[in-house]
């Protein structure tokens, strides 16, 4: 069996996306389960089924143009990470690389640190009506431009 074989059991999208809301609204109108938890280097956007990784990853980043997406997916004690930009899989990045700098809160969600719920700030794509999400979205925009 190779390493990236058998299911993910954490799906976390690492974007440059500011806030937790404007991410979950994106998930909602995607129909995207996830938990969405803010951090210093972007929203973090922990997948409710992590089998979903790649659609998701593909979404969000296809939806975000050109700016970075990277799903990070563990499997058993295995941590991968892939770079999606466009909707389009990139290259694997080495995840420790990619962990290195990141913030705690990123590793203690995929090693099961931390359960998301107990996360400050996070904002759920479940249960967000389509008005809801349309609204943030555009509240973002404005924000952006200012």
Request: a negative charge; one cysteine or more; proline letters at 5%.
């Amino acid at each position: 069996m190779s390493l990236d074989e058998g299911p993910a059991t954490v799906a976390v999208l690492v974007t440059q996306v500011a806030g937790a809301a404007p991410l979950a609204a994106l998930c909602s109108i995607e129909k995207i389960a996830v938990d969405v938890v803010p951090s210093p280097v972007g929203a973090l956007a922990v997948l409710r089924d992590p089998a979903e990784g790649a659609g998701a990853a593909a979404a969000v980043s296809r939806r975000l143009g050109g700016n970075l997406v990277v799903l990070l997916e563990r499997r058993e004690e295995r941590i991968s990470a892939v770079r999606w930009t466009g909707g389009v899989r990139g290259e694997e990045l080495p995840a420790g690389l990619v962990l290195s700098d990141a913030p705690a809160v990123l590793e203690d969600l995929l090693l099961g640190g931390v359960e998301v719920a107990g996360v400050d700030g996070v904002v759920s794509s479940v249960g967000m009506s389509r008005w809801t999400a349309m609204r943030l979205l555009a509240s973002s925009a404005r924000a952006t431009r200012r």
